[in-house]
């Protein structure tokens, strides 16, 4: 006795089955063939992106394939137009999700390999990094299930405008969550410091420690940890001083107003001599500044070829020292805050000049 189901008798059934089995089968294999000889290939490379496609093309789900291959079954049964309309939104909504599975495993992948590259160098990056996956991974599922419910016939206007409308109230109410979150991602991509960095902010120095979502701390001088806000650290102007490549230094000396015309003429080239004898300095410029108060003011400037700081203070030491020993070598004497008094007799006028 001949059976039918849905209008097809039970050897229709069993072909369609069969091929649906075979097509099932012969994708499976592909992909396992296509896998196995791209890992083969990637031994032999060093990019990362032919790591990532096997990982991409690792992730198709079985259910995809049997979803493949029974629509192709499908399309030896004799069914009715409602049916075959519906298996065939179910094939284009199996491969969107499939889809949509694809581009989170290869976001993850990619933004792992990133974190896992930049740690030693830039720790502030993998929390940064981590939510700029999430917000990526969210969106690619977003739009996969807004194209799934287009595909069934669903009006996906009325629904992205509420969802546009919204997404204004809550970025409204959370603005300056949001400020810091798209901040830390900036500090993230521009690096204007990373974590390491020692970095003046107004008048606060110190190194950064944490570069976070919302804060980025400091260890100020003084051992105190100083937060700040991500937006309020890019609105401010950052000097950061473990970029520098050399320190350009400026220091002034002062000798007394008692001292002979050939010392004074001399300073100048006692200084330039001085400071080219220091490790590491390029000599720029030594002249008599200024008539001070109390002193005769003598400005000098340098180049230190390296930003170590430590080095500086030891060639600016050095100078110092050297600078004592000809002095007192040439018999100048350093100037130090003075004040003369005259004082005049009761009853009578101090003399002109005096």
Do not use: C
């Amino acid at each position: 006795m001949d059976y039918l189901i849905l209008g097809n008798d039970l050897l229709a059934w069993a072909i369609a089955l069969g091929i649906a089995a075979a097509v099932y089968l012969l994708l499976h294999i592909a992909k396992r063939l296509i896998v196995r000889r791209l890992r083969a290939f990637t031994r032999a490379t060093s990019t990362y992106l032919d790591d990532l496609a096997v990982g991409v093309l690792s992730a198709t789900h079985p259910l995809f394939l049997l979803a493949l291959g029974l629509y192709a079954g499908s399309h030896w049964l004799d069914l009715p137009e409602k049916t075959t309309t519906l298996l065939s939104r179910l094939a284009i909504a199996a491969l969107l999700l499939q889809v949509a599975r694809w581009g989170d495993v290869g976001v993850h992948g990619w933004l792992q390999h990133y974190r896992t590259r930049r740690s030693a160098q830039d720790a502030a990056s993998t929390t940064s990094t981590a939510a700029l996956g999430f917000v990526a991974r969210t969106a690619v599922w977003v739009i996969i299930v807004l194209m799934i419910l287009d595909n069934f016939g669903v009006n996906i206007t009325t629904l992205v405008a509420s969802l546009g409308i919204g997404g204004i109230a809550v970025a409204l109410a959370l603005q300056n969550v949001l400020g810091d979150l798209f901040s830390s991602l900036s500090i993230v991509l521009d690096k204007p410091f990373v974590v390491g960095d020692f970095i003046a902010v107004d008048d606060i120095s110190g190194t950064v420690e944490y570069v976070g979502l919302k804060t980025t701390r400091i260890r100020g001088l003084g051992g105190e940890q100083v937060v700040f806000s991500n937006s309020d650290l890019l609105g401010s102007r950052i000097r950061n001083f473990k970029r520098m490549e050399t320190r350009r230094i400026v220091f002034a000396i002062g000798v007394t107003y008692e001292i002979g015309r050939q010392q004074l003429r001399a300073i100048p080239a006692i200084l330039r001599e001085v400071v080219e004898a220091q490790p590491q300095v390029r000599f720029d410029r030594a002249h008599f500044k200024s008539y001070g108060a109390s002193s005769i003011d003598f400005e000098t400037v340098y180049i230190v070829q390296t930003a170590d700081y430590g080095a500086y203070m030891d060639i600016q030491q050095a100078i110092n020292l050297a600078l004592f020993d000809r002095f007192a070598e040439e018999g100048i004497d350093f100037a130090y805050p003075t004040q003369t008094v005259y004082l005049a007799r009761a009853g009578t006028r101090p003399e002109a000049g005096a």
